[in-house]
């Protein structure tokens, strides 16, 4: 027997080959018949699962360009998208993991990603579709007219009725019907809480920055998404305890049509190209000053772009990112951290520090 293990350490392979004596055979000049078997086991979901990309079909499901660099150097990456492009990497883009892993396949000729992309891995059903436990909204959340002009009145505020807030305060958790604007050089605390974004993005922009430490956001409906713009601040860790704990960011699941995204200020980067294959949710964040995104980002029906030109969570003890689709784009450093025993914030089960399956796939 021959027993082989994969570069990447997530296959085992076995192969047997016996001579099979023929009980007739001799009448047929043909004593022996070899014979030889072989069988592949392969891990799935690999310890330590730190991003995940959902979609089953899409192109460039995982796609980094421009310079962007994903960090994730001690935990893996997943595609779960059967195409033969599902991880694209352009424009000398890097990305480090554990392992890279693709249902289908990668083109990533143009970009540096270490180890290389295994291809042909086994899907991976969404690990986290029974862990949330989606909060009831409940009445709309206003703020005293000291903290801004008041619902709908915002600059740029694109959905009406949101809240806006253009003078420094500190939100408490509830429902924001219409999503919720911060913009100016307003500097916004979060008491800890679960906050409904609610038929409208959550936006920062100006000079605004947004603080928050055992906070955890619900976006809800249709017109929900979000919108960190490049001059601002942001700084989160997921709630501790409650029903999002270990979640900094997650959604409503389902969408039932497009959702143009949130516009930007005057002068502001357009959305990068690629139209998802269904109608998803925009999530983006051009912000150069995120450095702390503790927590687990779970949007099954959203699309994450991350096209800043600074580092993104580098601060943050752990991140984990499960989602649709996720484009990194005009340079930006994602880290994937995987110090979990360094914080009190959770890891919710089915990602980060867990045990792979072992699959017979051969």
Known sequence: MVVSVSSDKTSVSATATDQFKLAFGAFVGLKVVPITVRSTATIMGKMRLCLLTLDPA??????????????????????????????????NAIAKADTICSVGGSNTSRANFAPPVTSGCPAIADPLAVT???????????????????????????????VAITASTTLDPGTYCGGLHISGSANVTLNPGVYIIKDGPLIVDGQASMTGQDVGFYFMGDAAGLRFDANTTISLAAPVSGPLAGFLMTEQPGVSAPVP?????????PSPPGPPSKPLREYRIISNNARTML??????????????????????????????????????????????????VPVPKGVGPVNGKILLTQ
Request: hydrophobic share 35%; net charge negative; with cysteine.
């Open 58 to 91: 899409a192109v460039g499901s995982l796609h980094l360009e421009k310079n962007a660099n994903l960090s994730a150097t001690s935990c893996s990456l997943y595609a779960d998208s059967n195409s033969p492009k599902a991880i694209q990497g352009d424009d």
């Open 132 to 162: 949330v436990k989606a909060p009831v909204p409940g009445s709309c959340v206003t703020v005293s007219a000291s903290a801004g002009p008041g619902p709908g009145k915002g600059p740029g505020g694109p959905a009406a009725g949101n």
């Open 261 to 269: 995204p949130p516009p930007g200020p005057a002068g502001s980067p």
């Open 295 to 344: 927590g687990t980002i779970y949007l099954p029906s959203g699309r994450l772009i991350i096209d800043g030109s600074a580092a993104v969570s580098d601060q943050s003890a752990y991140t984990v990112i499960v989602v649709q689709l996720l484009d990194l784009y005009d340079g930006p450093t994602l880290y994937l951290n995987a110090n979990y025993d360094a914080t009190s």
